[in-house]
């Protein structure tokens, strides 16, 4: 990771004149130069607009954050590869246009090329429609090589170093993949963590067979070689491998079931489907008390309505109800978004979205290709913004694993 630096020769006066004779006495070899240090001073520039004042570091009410140095960023263009200095500012909410311009449609670019590899396109079709659609003239060679620098970007992704985590949201969904002779389903792993300054982080996603423990597991120990730790509360689903791989690579976190799944599968023990609609009633009654001895009182109630007329329901209300509870642990002001594991559902419709062009995969990687873009792109949105407010912590007195 670049560190950021203080750059102490900003506004030289005198560089302008330095550019006109590296021209004069060089010609277009001194280009590459001279266009660094314009994009240089244009982000420089744009980064006190940004700020709100005419100097980076003057004092002024209308001043929105502060400069916080640079950063080194190499970027690829057709002079050369340029070193460049982007202005950081304290807040972490600016990034030059001219660079995002770029980024978004190297990133374009990239995902087409996979996407078109996904689809089984060779790599002579793929230059045809660069050359034809695009405007670009490039060989099958290159095309592969796109694909194969997509391939460890989104590895190096996978890869990265983790820290502390507060809460831990883990979702599984299943996609066709062709495996060896077969079509076969695979699930689709994905962990999303809060952290400790309340921002949303995808951490990590993964292709298996199956939901089995040992997949998970795996997935989990993964995510912890990595760095991650200091989670005290996960929630998901009830999958029985999930929950065996949770107990045992993450002991001393509270396990919340997905109040989401535990209302679906409620109804799916419901003897008439007439009575769906009174029985989604109840529970969410006792899911929407203020606190755990009220949803147990709540529960216990519920259990005594239907136990004359439907025994197997309330024995399995009874039994299964109370694991969605954990979440009474958490601050009053976390509940509501960390009850459910919900917010991993944008990310499955827009994986589901992509699939449904694709069909079926010709192996896992291509699966893992996709999947690994669109978490990416997911988790840069959400690591620019506050999720929870975390000056309230989670109680260490009261949970309990």
Known sequence: MSMTRQKTNDGDPNQWRRLLELLAREGFDGMKQVLTTLLNEAMRLERTAYLGVDQPYQRSPARRSRANGFKAKTLDSRLGRLVLDVPQTRDGKFYPACLEKGQRSERALKLAVAEMYLRGVSTRKVHYVMEKICGLDVTSAQVSRAAAMLDAELARWRERPLGEVAYLVLDAHYEKARVGDRVLPCAVLV??????????MILGAATACSEAETNWREFLFALQRRGMHGIRYAVSDDHAGLKAALASCLPAAAWQRCQFHLVRNALHKTPRQDQRPAIAKDLRHVLDASDRPQANRRLMAMVDKYRPGCPKLADWL?????????VYDLPEAHRKRMRTSNMLERLNGEIARRTRVVGVFPH???????????????SDEWEGATYLEMT?????????P
């Open 392 to 400: 309230v912590q989670l109680n260490p007195e009261t949970t309990t």
């Open 191 to 200: 962990a999303v963590g809060v952290l400790p300054d309340g921002r949303r």
């Open 364 to 378: 896992q990687d291509s699966l893992l290709r996709l999947v690994t873009a669109l978490a990416v792109e997911q």
């Open 318 to 326: 009874e039994a299964n109800v109370p694991e969605s509870f954990a």
